[in-house]
Structures are given as structure tokens and as C-alpha cells.
């Protein structure tokens, strides 16, 4: 019997967030737009994950280079080294690591300061102040995660690629200028685009999970904690979850 | 545009003394088995000040946020100056809201905003085109009405229980509303405040003329502000009276809230 109805919940759920979701495109994108409080979002959810994502995305780099340095050298293939570091870091590496690092910090805090404003009425009392509250908190969230993690990500795989060139120089010299022609000589546009056209689905389900749970927060300061909580958890499995179809994806369309 | 049609407030046609404001015919709402209200009825005079009694739980905060469109009700009407609240479009029910005040039980100031962000808040959402002077002029008068011109510039974190009280009160206020809906203006202060507060509204509705419902447990607030007292019990209008009709009742269920 619990059973039953811990599939029911789930398919509960899955229905109200589809519904949630599906609003976005039906309401949020109409006017009246608010410009105003979305390039706010856009600052201060971009401003916040910059530095976390950059330091993230070098050690990344830094490490991946040192433990890929020994496989390859067995093989006799250790100048190859740029080229794999290149492209698991901005096939992989750079969009994954960028996105967790974004469900940690952007849908937990989306995911506690709607649900505080939800358990103490501010939800409500914006929209008796003519202010649809879907429109001026949800969609400029979901718009502003959705264009900031693509920003985020060219950002960071620069820097995880530092971190790569550093790596590379723990052992033998190679001029900054080697090594990014070798890693842009093996990468191509096909490496670069499905990256980051996945990370817009990233952002927006991070801004999209974070809203829902927050919009749909039990009272009291624990549901504010549950709501911030589920949120990174949810949004982490989903960020997976479309890598995995991303994948399927460039296989089909023969971007692999 | 939606929710910009309006630019500037509008001369308000003044509902003479005594004629009915907000009529709430057989409303119903449950939540699923909870069922809150079952066929209540009130009507709130232009002018008049209406105070719902009601045990926790009764459903006071359910049916002033049904007035206000905040909640659907299964059933039923409730004109607010002729429109039907439930059918309204959400267009529609922006420009009434414009004219409802509504004070939250737990003020529902915006913690991330300063007292000034707040209070200028409805008043750049529902008049679209006002100039950064009158909003600024509206600000501090609306302030001044509290007593509170001062913290113009803190964040509700930085203010006392009594004082956020007040500041929701100059923002439920500032659009100048015709129609006030407070849900316990005095809960959880100390006797002195919750009385500056009850005449707090008394000189507001006399200077602008306000019908305002008021929900409130506390009894020296209910007799000094109701011209009307309304019980909410299991649903229905129990019974409805003046202050002292009611309190001179040998009912039971009227007395227990008399007593003390
Ligand atoms: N959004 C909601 N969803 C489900 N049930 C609700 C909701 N809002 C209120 N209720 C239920 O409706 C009933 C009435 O609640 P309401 O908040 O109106 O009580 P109240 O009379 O204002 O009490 P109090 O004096 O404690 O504020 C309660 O049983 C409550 O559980
Ligand atoms: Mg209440």
C-alpha cells in the first residue's frame, strides 16, 4: 500500500511541477515583462556563482590533467595530453561541474527565499499588489539561471582550461600559446555546441526546480529548509538526467 | 497591457454613508474534507467597521483572503462595489484591489526591501506613471499617518514586532483604499501599542473614510473600533449584533468570547 501511493505522490508531483513548468511558456513570457527585477537576477545569480564555479572549474582542470598524465604516458601518447584534457573539459567537465555547482548554490537559495516569502505571505501580498507573482519571481529566476549558466560555463571552461595548462606544466614547459593551439586544434564547433546548448537546459531546470519547490513550500521555517533542500537534490538528478539525453542526442544527430 | 491600464488614480466616486460595499452571499469553501465555510453571508456598509470574532481556526483569514481574491470559494458571491469577485479577470480584479486594503495577519512586509522599497511598491505596481516626487510625497505621508517617518530607510529585520505592524499598515493604506480588510491588527503586541494601533485605524478610517473589516481576537480592539460584530462559527454567520448586543447575550457561544 505505501507503495502505491509513493507512486502516486511521485506522478502527483511530476504533474504539478509539468503544470508549473508549462505556465512559463503560457504566462511568463507575456508582457508586462519585468526587465527591471530580471536583469537584477541576472546579476546577482551570475555575480554569486562566478567565483565558486571559476575555483571549481580550475582545480577540475588542474587535477584531471595529473591523474590523465600517467595513463597516457604508458601508451607513449603524453603530448596528446591538451587534446583529452580539451575535450572532456569542454564536452563534459566544464557544463556538468558549472551546472552542480549552480543547483547547489542558485536552486537551493531560489528554493528558500521563495519558500520563506511563500510561508510568510509576501507571495501573496504581491500579487494583491498588482504584481503577478509567477510572472515577476518565477520568470525572471528561470530566465536568468537559463542565460547565466551558458555564460557561466564558457567562463569556467577558460579557467578549468588554465588550470589544465598548469597541470600540463607541473612536468615539461609548454608555452601558454602551444598549448591552447593544440587544445583549439582538436576541438571542434561540433565539441563546442551541444556543450553548451545543453547547459540552457541546465540553467532552466535549476531556476525551474528551485522556483517550484519554493512556490510550493510547507509552512514554518522547516518547510523552508525542506523546499531548499529538495530543490538541489532534484535539480542535480535532472541535471544527469538531460546530459544522459543530451548524449543519446549528438549520437543520433552524429555530433560524436 | 495588463495590470497598466491604470495611470493615475482615478477621483473615487464616494459611496454615500450606508450603502452596502461588499455583499457575500451563500459563499462555500472547503479544503478538500476541511470544510470552512458553508453558506455565509455579510454585507459591510460604506462607512462601517465590522469586526468578525471567530475561534482559531474559524476561517476569518479564509474568507477576507476570498474578498480579496487571493482564495477561490467552491461558491457563492461576493460583490465588492457590484463586481463579483470570483469571476473577475485577473485585469479586472487588479483595478478593485487597487481599492481594498488588505493588512496579513503576519504583515507580510518584504524582508528583502527597505520601508521605503515596501511602500512604494504597490504604488509603482497598480499606478503605473507616477513620478519619482509623488511617490516620494506618498511615501513619507503615509509614514507620517503611523508615526514612523524615520525608518524610512531600514529593513524590516531592523525593526520591532509593533513598529512592522505599523509599516504594514502605511502600505495597506498608501493606495488610499476605500475598503480595508485587517486580519488581527493587534495580535502579539502589548496592551499600549495594540491600543495606538486601534486608533491608529480609528483616525485613519475618519480622515479617509474607509469601510474596513476587521478580524481580531482582541476584545478591547473589538470595542473600541466595531461598529458591528459578526461571529464566525462553524462556518456561518452565527449571529451579528453591536458590541455591547452581543455582550450582554446569555448564549454560550456568544458569551465565551466575552468572558475574562
Ligand atoms: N491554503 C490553505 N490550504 C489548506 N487549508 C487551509 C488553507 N488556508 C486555511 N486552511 C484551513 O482553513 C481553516 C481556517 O483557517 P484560517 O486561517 O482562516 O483560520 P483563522 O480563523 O484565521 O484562525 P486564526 O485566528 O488562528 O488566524 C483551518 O482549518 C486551516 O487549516
Ligand atoms: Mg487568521
Redesign the pocket.
Same mark, same amino acid.
Given at each position: 500500500m505505501a507503495l502505491i501511493e509513493d507512486i502516486r505522490d511521485f506522478l502527483d508531483e511530476t504533474g504539478s511541477i509539468t503544470k508549473f513548468t508549462g505556465n512559463f511558456f503560457t504566462n511568463g513570457l507575456k508582457p508586462r515583462f519585468e526587465v527591471k527585477e530580471l536583469l537584477a537576477q541576472c546579476y546577482s545569480i551570475g555575480y554569486k556563482s562566478l567565483p565558486l564555479i571559476g575555483l571549481t572549474n580550475f582545480i577540475m582542470g588542474l587535477v584531471l590533467t595529473m591523474q590523465l598524465r600517467p595513463s597516457l604516458l604508458k601508451y607513449g601518447v603524453e603530448s596528446q595530453l591538451p587534446v583529452m584534457v580539451g575535450i572532456a573539459i569542454v564536452r563534459e567537465i566544464g557544463p556538468v561541474i558549472a551546472a552542480l555547482i549552480f543547483a547547489g548554490k542558485i536552486a537551493s537559495s531560489i528554493g528558500a527565499e521563495l519558500g520563506s516569502m511563500k510561508v510568510t505571505e509576501q507571495i501573496d501580498a504581491m500579487e494583491v499588489s498588482g504584481t503577478n507573482p509567477y510572472k515577476y519571481l518565477v520568470a525572471t529566476r528561470v530566465l536568468a539561471t537559463t542565460l547565466m549558466l551558458p555564460i557561466l560555463t564558457i567562463l569556467g571552461d577558460a579557467i578549468s582550461l588554465i588550470g589544465a595548462y598548469i597541470g600540463v606544466n607541473i612536468n615539461s614547459v609548454t608555452s601558454l600559446n602551444l598549448f591552447f593551439a593544440q587544445v583549439f586544434q582538436s576541438l571542434t564547433f561540433s565539441d563546442l555546441l551541444p556543450a553548451i546548448i545543453k547547459t540552457f537546459f541546465f540553467g532552466f531546470a535549476v531556476g525551474m526546480v528551485g522556483c517550484y519547490k519554493g512556490f510550493n513550500s510547507i509552512k514554518g521555517t522547516r518547510g523552508v529548509g525542506i523546499s531548499a533542500n529538495s530543490a538541489v537534490v532534484l535539480s542535480s538528478v535532472i541535471i544527469f538526467f538531460i546530459d544522459l539525453l543530451a548524449v543519446q542526442f549528438t549520437n543520433v544527430f552524429g555530433l560524436n | 497591457m495588463e495590470n497598466s491600464t491604470q495611470t493615475e488614480p482615478k477621483a473615487n466616486k464616494i459611496i454615500p454613508k450606508g450603502e452596502p460595499v461588499i455583499i457575500i452571499e451563500h459563499l462555500y469553501k472547503s479544503? $478538500?474534507k476541511?470544510v !470552512?465555510l458553508k453558506d455565509f453571508n455579510l454585507t459591510v456598509k460604506a462607512e462601517e467597521n465590522v469586526v468578525v470574532l $471567530? &475561534?482559531? $481556526?474559524? $476561517? &476569518?483569514? !479564509? /474568507?477576507i &483572503?476570498c474578498i480579496i481574491g487571493l /482564495?477561490k470559494p467552491d461558491k457563492g458571491k461576493i460583490l465588492v462595489f457590484g463586481n463579483n469577485i470570483p469571476e473577475l479577470s485577473a485585469d479586472e480584479l487588479d483595478k478593485v484591489r487597487t481599492k481594498i486594503g488588505f493588512l496579513f495577519?503576519a504583515n507580510a512586509l518584504y524582508d528583502s526591501m527597505t520601508v521605503r522599497e515596501n511602500l512604494e511598491f504597490p504604488l509603482r505596481r497598480h499606478w503605473i506613471g507616477l513620478k519619482q516626487k509623488e511617490i516620494d510625497k506618498m511615501v513619507l505621508e503615509a509614514l507620517d499617518n503611523v508615526g514612523l517617518k524615520n525608518t524610512v530607510d531600514m529593513l524590516p529585520v531592523e525593526l520591532s514586532g509593533g513598529m512592522l505592524k505599523r509599516i504594514a499598515l502605511a502600505r495597506t493604506l498608501i493606495l488610499k483604499p476605500e475598503i480595508i480588510l485587517y486580519?488581527?491588527p493587534t495580535t502579539g503586541l502589548d496592551p499600549v501599542t495594540a491600543r495606538e494601533i486601534d486608533n491608529l485605524i480609528l483616525k485613519l478610517q475618519k480622515k479617509y473614510h474607509t469601510s474596513s473589516i476587521v478580524?481580531s481576537?482582541d476584545m478591547n480592539c473589538v470595542k473600541s473600533i466595531a461598529d458591528r460584530v459578526v461571529l /464566525?462559527l462553524d462556518g456561518v454567520c452565527y449571529t451579528e449584533g453591536t458590541y455591547d448586543e452581543l455582550a450582554q447575550s446569555k448564549d454560550e457561544k456568544i458569551n465565551q468570547f466575552f468572558e475574562s
Open positions: - | 479544503f $478538500g476541511n !470552512v $471567530g &475561534k482559531s $481556526g474559524a $476561517g &476569518k483569514s !479564509v /474568507l &483572503k /482564495l495577519q486580519d488581527e478580524i481576537h /464566525l
